[in-house]
């Protein structure tokens, strides 16, 4: 990837909050009285590019940078920007796999552990507030969704919501099941965003352009199309090789699979959603063989 070429595009959402678009998932930055809150980062090469981008906006410094889950096209910032003094925060699950490293369950390629200077140094579980002069950002984790680890943040005064990849607007999104997404914690966020936002609300989704809460609405309708066919496809014992041959999404495939590929491997993320087996946690193990 050519990150010399790429230029980032600011949109002003108002009330001092904007979108960033580069290469990579969307950021989103929230100006304070006395400091910047950033959502996102995209990739390690473009820390200059999006510093020089949030310039012209403030001369403030960004104090906190939020991951909304831990894929390198949001996350590759990291340890550039804990240089320049941010601090970055993330549900605690976002840590743990940037710290172990993972393994794609579409493609198999590995990512090794990021570096100690990478990792987020400030986490939570379930929900957290981040304060600055004139400015409250509130995070809440969705479990299970795109990932294990999303977190989605909530500018309430301005009317804004930075969703990461939990939404990608246009097209299908990513459900990373080999790191704990699924596509019932996808319906899950989409349901806590359709509760919070209004007509006004501006969505910063993950990837595509801004959206509002009637696009949110038609992505939501896709999803829950998805997993009744796919759940109907399980049920009658259909494997992965079965449900790509019944091209169960070709309808869906025209709005939302740019490419033949983005079809075929929505329908695999989606079957391992709803096929996959979890893993018995090692607590109920134990007390499976003590039972015996």
Do not use: C
């Not at 006395?34 to 990739?43: H, K, L």
């Not at 795109?146 to 969703?163: E, I, M, P, R």
């Not at 590929?261 to 090692?282: C, G, M, Q, T």
């Amino acid at each position: 990837m050519d990150f010399s070429k790429v230029e980032i595009k600011t949109t002003d959402l108002s009330d001092n909050v904007y979108m960033l678009e580069g290469q990579g998932g969307n950021i989103t930055v929230a100006v304070a009285k006395d400091g910047i809150i950033m959502v996102d980062s995209q990739f390690a090469p473009l820390h200059d590019k999006i510093k020089a981008a949030i310039t012209p906006i403030s001369s403030q410094p960004i104090k906190y940078l939020i991951n909304t889950h831990y894929h390198g096209d949001h996350t590759g910032g990291n340890e550039l920007f804990a240089k320049d003094g941010v601090t970055v925060v993330s549900e605690i699950n976002v840590r743990n796999r940037l710290a172990a490293g993972t393994t794609n369950g579409l493609t198999g390629a590995k990512t090794p552990p990021a570096p100690q200077g990478a990792l987020p140094s400030k986490t939570y579980t379930n929900v957290y507030k981040i304060r600055l002069s004139g400015r409250v950002a509130d995070l809440k984790h969705i479990a299970n969704a795109h990932t294990d680890g999303d977190t989605y943040v909530w500018f309430k005064t301005a009317n804004v919501l930075s969703t990461g990849d939990t939404f990608t607007n246009g097209r299908y999104p990513n459900i990373d099941f080999a790191n704990g997404g699924n596509i019932k914690g996808m319906i899950a966020a989409t349901d806590a965003y359709l509760k919070l936002a209004n007509a006004k609300t501006r969505i910063v989704p993950g990837h595509g352009p801004l959206a509002d809460k009637a696009v949110l609405t038609e992505y939501r309708t896709m999803l829950t199309i998805a997993r009744d066919r796919m759940a109907k496809l399980v049920k009658e014992g259909k494997s992965e090789d079965d449900v790509i041959a019944a091209k169960p999404f070709a309808d869906l495939d025209t709005k939302w699979a740019p490419t033949e590929l983005a079809a075929k491997n929505f329908i695999r993320v989606v079957y391992h959603s709803l096929a996959d087996k979890p893993e018995p946690k090692p607590h109920l193990l134990k007390r499976i063989f003590r039972r015996s």
